[in-house]
Nanobody
Framework: EVQLVESGGGLVQPGGSLRLSCAASGITYNQYCMGWFRQAPGKEREGVAAISTGGTRVTYDDAVKGRFTISRDNANNTVDLEMTKLKPEDTGMYYC???????????????????WGQGTQVTVSL
């Protein structure tokens, strides 16, 4: 059974930092591209960051570039999202997702990601 389990969400003040982590099981992890998505209330789910199977190539949405960092540990089947300088507009449910390496790991189109976690809530507020 495939499982992606996110952790690390919470309430943080603007300008603060959070680190999200996702643990994967039930897949051959190093053959999957990984991504982080988020969904704010009333909005579409959007791709925040993606990382290649080996972890050497990454991509970010323009809204988070320079503030968020995605990384993965293939020995432990985890992918993290380090979030700094958080803004209220970063508030939302954050999801970890996986897709089989289709040669387009850095494409953050959500329809290509077939495995999803349950999400972890991030709230940025005073």
């Amino acid at each position: 059974e495939v499982q992606l389990v996110e952790s690390g969400g919470g309430l943080v003040q603007p300008g603060g930092s959070l680190r999200l982590s996702c643990a994967a099981s039930g897949i051959t992890y190093n053959q999957y591209c990984m991504g982080w998505f988020r969904q704010a209330p009333g909005k579409e789910r959007e791709g925040v960051a993606a990382i290649s199977t080996g972890g050497t190539r990454v991509t970010y949405d323009d809204a988070v570039k320079g503030r968020f960092t995605i990384s993965r540990d293939n020995a432990n089947n985890t992918v993290d999202l380090e979030m700094t300088k958080l803004k209220p507009e970063d508030t939302g449910m954050y999801y970890c997702a996986a897709k089989w390496n289709n040669g387009r790991c850095l494409d953050r189109n959500r329809v290509d990601f077939t495995k999803w976690g349950q999400g972890t809530q991030v709230t940025v507020s005073l």
